[in-house]
């Protein structure tokens, strides 16, 4: 007994360290955000001196208001896209027999391998000039709405759901969109949670892209917007590192609320239930 809760304790202790180490960066990074004065070094936790200053002088030199519109518009066509597409394509991958089924599902696995810089020029040459969607939101999106990642995620979601359930709806006359919508997809919600999570961090904080096809300011996403002041705030600003601080805490805000809000529901599925026995 003694043996055992002396390993609950090492265990609660380990865990706990772990947590003090994966939340001081963020700690860290709102602290300092709101410090009047932010210096490169540990002093920079201690909360003294707190202040909005390094907020109001981002959103005096950009619209954050105009950069989280544009990002939000974004990200939400992206994470729409990513989930018809993921959906559709997954299902087909798992459960559908044709021909070149495994041609294709061989074809996702290399296009995870390619690197999304390796593909800037072209995209950017079909994108912008052949399709002239410079300084347009569908310009953004485009690039981003088939995510193979999400593809491959459902189809493995979907190959681990009992066969009988689909076999069962057929013999019943239900079409594959159906089988999909009110069979497969209540039960894959832990996998369209993941997909979104993982899905919304990547538009969210992305720079090259959006940088590359938006040169009106009122068209650039968040990250976008931040970088060009940031790169332009020294002698204009107070606390260069506090408002540096300041810009990396509106990025990462619906980050991390958006993981608070849905990871409860990542490991819940409902797989087994619609199978007796």
Known sequence: MRATAGSKAVRYLLLSLGAVAFLFPFYYMVVGSLRSKTVGDLSAAVPSGLTGANYTAINGAISVGRSLLNSG?????????????????????????????????????????????????????????????????????????????????????????????????????????????????????????????????????????????????DMQPLAVSLASFLSNMQGTVANPAGALLAGAVVLAVPAVVLFLLFQRHFTSTDIDSGVKG
């Open 73 to 217: 518009i974004m990200t939400v066509g992206v994470l729409v896209c990513t989930l018809v597409f993921g959906v559709l394509a997954g299902y087909g991958l798992a459960v559908l027999r044709f021909r070149g089924k495994g041609a294709v599902f061989g074809a996702l696995l290399l296009v995870q391998m390619i690197p999304f810089q390796l593909l800037t020029l072209p995209l950017y040459v079909l994108v912008v000039r052949d399709y002239g969607l410079g300084d347009n939101y569908l310009g953004m999106i485009l690039p981003f709405a088939i995510n193979s990642t999400a593809v491959f995620l459902f189809r493995q979601f979907f190959l681990q759901m009992p066969a009988s359930l689909f076999e069962a709806a057929r013999i019943d006359g239900a079409s594959e969109l159906r089988i999909l919508w009110t069979i497969a997809l209540p039960m894959a919600r832990p996998a369209v949670l993941t997909a979104l999570l993982l899905t919304f961090i990547g538009p969210w904080n992305e720079f090259l892209w959006p940088f590359l096809v938006t040169k009106n300011a």
